[in-house]
């Protein structure tokens, strides 16, 4: 069993920058694919960022890229989502994934996770 807990969200201006953390257990974080999601009021969860084990392969949809940066620190069992250049549509319900161990093909896909953080709200003014 997996326990995501995810940190850092909050009130920030468009333009501002955050960055969210999330805690893992387990003895072989290290192997996870972790992802993050996003999910806004009245519309379906999105993918926001992936990164496979090493940290060296990263993966990030249009709407963030360039803005977006997700990293891992294996030996505190951490993922990060640095956000910066922050919009009102970033505005939604963050959420930590991990596929562990991982085997989904597709990090973009949410079926392909196993577990899963409780959230943390993001909310972008204009």
């Known amino acids: 069993q997996v326990q995501l807990v995810e940190s850092g969200g909050g009130l920030v201006q468009a333009g501002g920058s955050l960055r969210l953390s999330c805690a893992a257990s387990g003895r072989t974080f290290s192997s996870y694919v972790m992802g993050w999601f996003r999910q806004a009021p009245g519309k379906e969860r999105e993918f926001v960022a992936a990164?496979?084990?090493?940290?060296?392969?990263?993966y990030y949809p249009d709407s963030v890229k360039g803005r977006f940066i997700i990293s891992r620190y294996n030996a505190k069992n951490t993922v990060y989502l640095q956000m910066n250049s922050l919009k009102p549509e970033d505005t939604a319900v963050y959420y930590c994934?991990?596929?562990?161990?991982?085997?989904?093909?597709?990090?973009?896909?949410?079926?392909?996770?196993?577990?899963w953080g409780q959230g943390t709200q993001v909310t972008v003014s204009s």
């Open positions: 990164i496979r084990w090493s940290g060296l392969s990263t």
């Open positions: 994934a991990a596929d562990a161990p991982p085997t989904s093909p597709v990090v973009a896909a949410s079926e392909g996770y196993d577990y």
